[in-house]
C-alpha cells in the first residue's frame, strides 16, 4: 500500500521558535509537496521539489523553507513560527507529470 | 497564475440523490483536472480526473464534465451513499506551471440518510 507518512499529526509551538515538518514517501515518487490548509481557502501550495535538492516555491512561501536531500523526504520549517502558521499541514508526493497525487494524513500546528 | 472557483462551499442532499460540485479556472492553458475527496482526520485522495482531450469521464456512480470553452468543470455523484458525506476538492493544471496544482477552496457535502 502506498504511503506519505508525516511525522506528527498535531504539534503545538511557541511563537518565534523553529518548526520542523517531516514528510516521508515510499513509493520513489520524484515530486513531493507542501500544502497548507485553512478553511475557505482550500489548499494551498507552499513548496514543491521535483529531485533532489531542487525546489521551487508555491504560492505562499514567505515565512516557509524546505529541504530535500533524500528522495523520500521532504522537510518543511518555519523559521521563526508565528501565530498566522496556525494551519494544518499536507504534505504529497507524485510521478512526474500530471499524475495522481498521494497526500500524508497531515499535521494541525497550532503556534501560541 | 491560475485560480480555481469552487461552489458550492457546503452542499446537503438526501441519500439516493444526485449531487453536483462545479469549478471554473481563469488559465485557459490549463489541462488536467483532478478531483478528491477528503474524509474526516485524512488526506484527501483522488477520486477521478480528466484531461483536456475529453469532455466527459466517468467511474461508477462519479462522473466528472469538461467545458473548455467556459472553462468550468463539475463533478456529479449519482445514487449518493452516507459514505459519500466528505470535503471535495477540484483542481487545475497548467503545463506551463510546472506541474503544480491549483485546488478551489472546496466543497463540504452532506449525505442525508
Known amino acids: 500500500d502506498v504511503k506519505v507518512t508525516q511525522s506528527s499529526r498535531y504539534l503545538v509551538k511557541r511563537t518565534g521558535e523553529k518548526v520542523f515538518l517531516e514528510c516521508v514517501q515510499d513509493m520513489d515518487h520524484e515530486n513531493m509537496f507542501w500544502y497548507r490548509q485553512d478553511p475557505g481557502l482550500g489548499l494551498r501550495l507552499i513548496y514543491f521539489s521535483y529531485d533532489v535538492k531542487m525546489k521551487e516555491k508555491g504560492d505562499i512561501p514567505e515565512g516557509y523553507s524546505v529541504s530535500r536531500e533524500k528522495k523520500e523526504r521532504f522537510s518543511l520549517i518555519l523559521e521563526s513560527a508565528s501565530t498566522n502558521q496556525t494551519s494544518m499541514y499536507l504534505c504529497a508526493s507524485s510521478l512526474p507529470g500530471w499524475t495522481e497525487a498521494f497526500f500524508g494524513q497531515g499535521t494541525r500546528l497550532t503556534v501560541v | 497564475g491560475e485560480n480555481v472557483e469552487q461552489h458550492p462551499s457546503t452542499l446537503s442532499v438526501q441519500e439516493g440523490d444526485s449531487a453536483v460540485i462545479k469549478c471554473t479556472y481563469s488559465?485557459?492553458?490549463?489541462?488536467?483536472f483532478p478531483w478528491y475527496k477528503q474524509e474526516l482526520g485524512k488526506g484527501p485522495q483522488l477520486i477521478i480526473d480528466i484531461r483536456s482531450n475529453v469532455g466527459e469521464k466517468k467511474d461508477q456512480r462519479i462522473a466528472v464534465t469538461l467545458n473548455k470553452t467556459a472553462k468550468h468543470f463539475s463533478l456529479h455523484i449519482t445514487e449518493t451513499q452516507p459514505e459519500d458525506s466528505a470535503v471535495y476538492f477540484c483542481?487545475?493544471?497548467?503545463?506551463?506551471?510546472?506541474?503544480?496544482?491549483?485546488f478551489g477552496t472546496g466543497t463540504r457535502l452532506t449525505i442525508i440518510p
Open positions: 483542481a487545475a493544471s497548467s503545463p506551463f506551471g510546472n506541474e503544480k496544482l491549483t
Open positions: 488559465d485557459s492553458a490549463s489541462n488536467y
